[in-house]
């Protein structure tokens, strides 16, 4: 069992950047894929980026090169640090944990409560 707590997300301009935090509780943490996905309204859940267990990292296309996914194992954390943002990127932001790689939400075992984050123009 994992719970997950994101931390981080806020109002910001565009081009302005924000660092999220998901804390996990467990002793297994290294042993999980960690995921960030996002879900503007009316919108499905969108793939924004993994980090496997021995940190390979994967980005959606409308990310790439703007984002970036790592996790501190020590202290049970991953973050994404989101730059260049654009009012697009505006979302409700999760973390989520699962035992295998993958890229699909309905894949994920445990997912955190959500923070959002906000880009103005």
């Known amino acids: 069992q994992v719970q997950l707590v994101e931390s981080g997300g806020g109002l910001v301009q565009a081009g302005g950047s924000l660092r999220l935090s998901c804390g996990a509780s467990g002793r297994t943490f290294s042993s999980y894929v960690m995921g960030w996905f996002r879900q503007a309204p009316g919108k499905e859940r969108e793939f924004v980026a993994a980090i496997t267990r021995t940190s390979g990292t994967y980005y959606g296309a409308a990310v790439t090169g703007r984002f970036a996914i790592s996790r501190d194992n020590a202290k049970n954390t991953v973050y994404l640090q989101m730059n260049s943002l654009k009012p697009g990127d505006t979302a409700v932001y999760f973390c989520?944990?699962?035992?295998?790689?993958?890229?699909?939400?309905?894949?994920?075992?445990?997912w955190g409560q959500g923070t959002q984050v906000t880009v103005s123009s």
């Open positions: 989520a944990a699962d035992l295998r790689f993958t890229t699909y939400a309905y894949d994920y075992d445990y």
